[in-house]
């Protein structure tokens, strides 16, 4: 993961820098935003095997579009955008592409549809453990499994993702407490306590 | 009520956002209320297990991160090196890659090549009207209209299409150029490819040495022989002699692959490396591009620009390549490119497009990558690949649609039944769908499919082979 301490350029700098014709600006926004893309795709579409890809589509359609961003300082909302907006096409078009197939319909969980797609690292994922939280992650309403998301994917701290987000650091903290509430109960952890 | 009031805070005390003042009074309530206490280990627990959840997908972010940086230049972060750096380190390999070129046509000598085109030595040579008698630098493989390829003198400007040439051999200082709907393939005597778009011209100065006048080309050199194109830009090209440089900018690939163009306005050129060593030379400055990257010759500058899509910008290739047969090793690795990975659903749409425009020339490709080891661990590769299949295959593919049916994913199998009730008129008294369930039913309709095949199949016909396809 990418140190913080490492950053010697902000966002804006990168961006103008890309916009300058330096392709390294490029390299390094997408280092460090990469993570944060793919937390973002991944607690929208709740596919943890699409994300990836989704993020990267994003990604380079961010840098396509990049001379249209007229605030570099806002490029990481701009580019949730942008994620938002892949994810959106990507939900749409499994929706149309997959519907005639009677074991591809839309009524299974599209994590399912995933269990034999390529990824290096399945067999961790496969564990049991790990299945089920990452489950009931995925199972947590929108803005709760994004801001564990982003925190998870990229260890971003609460101030970061009040800015990403647009919310204050309180809301962060308010998500992130009810997030693990609600998943330690769903767990049974909560009850195990008492 | 200090417990109602600490609570809310453990969450972020645990991921260390707490401020320094908050902290201290929360941990001093930590020690002395155990009920808190046990909340917080509670929370800790399932931090380190969110932690150790997410760590293969931490991992795959920084990998496709990389893997997206890895497609622009420069990998260190910026700010990390000096701009001037860079610039020097590609100045002397751009340098010594030019050194070698000097040196491989000091050696090789391409404009005194004396081989002839294969086939030609044996036939008299009648040079067209207008066409001197230069040595033989070029000849036309194929092109989707020879009506639209022409071949010219340029001293004359004598232009005749290639259809009207009984050998369409290019001397040295000839030119070739098409017309906005024909596309065609050039080989040179030292084996360099040469793929025109429609409404390009070039010259050819040497075997090894291009002139690009106006639209765009592909062009793949070899190990033995580079390949030197020069684009001609208005305002910056010199009086055209073959002994002179033509132009202060000119783009060198050895053993590499790259794609040029000219604006239309002709003052801006576009150099894109596909594979291999590509440099880029103005005056005693070049800069060598790493595979996909895009260079500019602009107002007298070099320049980068932002990579278009490797496979789509090269599309218009795909005619030429599908009228080199089924079997055409370019066209099977194109489908497979095209094919790419699963998810990326905006370019995939555009792939998958490219893909269908092959029309039935892209099912033999697909039909083998069905079975390569990325789409066996992809499948959404695999049925995408399936999909298209099962729209455009046509009849010789039925023998391998009954194979399908055996398959063991049952998209798979659903798409082969599709496409052979689509073909045939036939179920074998089995639905399309019945395919996609794992029951026994579809295994003993298998038998039933293969029967019916050993008794059709000579009502059907089989694939053309290439040598056919450039027959007819």
């Known amino acids: ?194 | 009520m200090s417990c109602e009031r600490f609570r809310p805070l453990l969450s972020a005390w645990i991921d260390r956002q707490i401020a320094s003042a908050e902290r201290s009074e929360l941990e001093e309530h930590l020690a002395e209320c155990a009920e808190c206490r046990t909340e917080a280990e509670g929370l800790r627990e399932l931090h380190a297990d969110l932690h150790r959840a997410f760590a293969p997908r931490r991992a795959a972010a920084v990998h496709v991160g990389e893997r997206v940086a890895a497609m622009f230049p420069g990998r260190a972060a910026a700010g990390h090196r000096p701009p001037r750096g860079r610039r020097r380190e590609w100045i002397s390999s751009a340098l010594s890659m030019a050194l070698g070129f000097l040196l491989a046509v000091l050696l090789f000598q391409p404009w005194k090549s004396e081989r002839g085109v294969p086939g030609e030595r044996d036939r008299p040579r009648e040079p067209s009207a207008g066409v001197p008698l230069s040595p033989a630098v070029a000849r036309l493989v194929i092109a989707t209209d020879p009506k639209g390829v022409e071949l010219g003198d340029r001293v004359g400007g004598i232009w005749q299409p290639a259809s009207e040439v009984a050998l369409f051999v290019c001397p040295s200082e000839g030119s070739v150029r098409t017309r906005e709907d024909a596309r065609c393939e050039l080989l040179t005597t030292d084996g360099c490819v040469v793929r025109m778009n429609g409404g390009a011209e070039i010259v050819f100065h040497s075997a090894g040495r291009i002139e690009l006048k106006r639209g765009e080309i592909w062009c793949r050199s070899t190990a033995q022989a580079p390949l030197e194109v020069q684009p001609s830009l208005a305002g910056a090209t010199a009086e055209l002699s073959s002994a002179a440089p033509l132009s202060p900018f000119s783009c060198t690939a050895a053993d590499a692959t790259c794609v040029m163009s000219v604006s239309e306005s002709g003052d801006k050129a576009l150099v894109t490396a596909a594979a291999g060593n590509v440099s880029v030379k103005l005056h005693d400055t070049s800069v060598q591009l790493q595979p996909r990257e895009t260079a500019t010759i602009h107002g007298g500058q070099i320049g980068c620009e932002r990579p278009a899509d490797r496979l789509l910008a090269v599309s218009w290739m795909q005619p030429l390549l599908i009228r080199k047969g089924h079997e055409d090793p370019e066209l099977a690795q194109r489908v497979e490119d095209l094919l790419g990975p699963s998810g990326r659903m905006d370019l995939a749409a555009s792939y998958e497009a490219e893909i269908r425009s092959l029309g039935e020339y892209g099912v033999l490709p697909l039909l083998r990558s069905l079975e390569s080891p990325r789409s066996r661990s992809d499948r959404g590769r695999q049925l995408c690949a399936m999909r298209i299949v099962s729209d455009l295959a046509p009849a010789w593919a039925i023998g391998d649609l009954i194979g399908l049916l055996s398959h063991a994913d049952p998209g798979v199998r659903g798409l082969a039944a599709d496409a052979l009730q689509r073909l045939t008129q036939q179920t074998q008294g089995i639905a399309p769908e019945t395919w996609r369930d794992d029951g026994a039913e579809w295994e003993a309709a298998v038998a039933a499919w293969q029967a019916w095949w050993a008794r059709n199949k000579d009502r059907y016909p089989t694939l053309p082979s290439a040598s056919l396809l450039r027959s007819s």
């Open chain 1, 1 to 194: 993961m990418h140190s913080r301490d490492d950053i010697t350029a902000s966002d804006a700098d990168l961006v103008r820098q890309a916009g300058n014709g330096r392709p390294d600006a490029y390299g390094e926004l997408a280092r460090r935003w990469m993570p944060r893309v793919m937390a973002v795709c991944h607690a929208r579409v709740r596919c943890r095997c699409a994300a990836a890809d989704l993020a990267q589509e994003a990604l380079l359609r961010g840098f396509r579009d990049l001379v249209t961003l007229k605030s570099p300082e806002k490029f990481g909302a701009w580019l949730r955008g942008i994620a938002d907006r892949v994810c959106l096409d990507w939900l749409k078009s499994k929706q149309r592409s997959e519907a005639p197939f009677s074991r591809l319909s839309g009524d299974r969980n599209p994590e399912e549809l995933s269990v034999r797609d390529e990824d290096p690292l399945a067999a961790v994922d496969r564990a049991e453990e790990t299945n089920r939280l990452m489950a009931e992650v995925e199972s947590l309403s929108e803005s709760h499994r994004e801001v564990l998301m982003l925190f998870y994917y990229d260890d971003m701290s609460y101030r970061e993702m009040a800015r990403l987000l647009g919310v204050s650091t309180a809301t962060i903290n308010a998500r992130l407490t009810e997030a693990r509430r609600r998943l330690r109960e769903r767990l049974g952890v909560a009850e195990e306590n008492r």
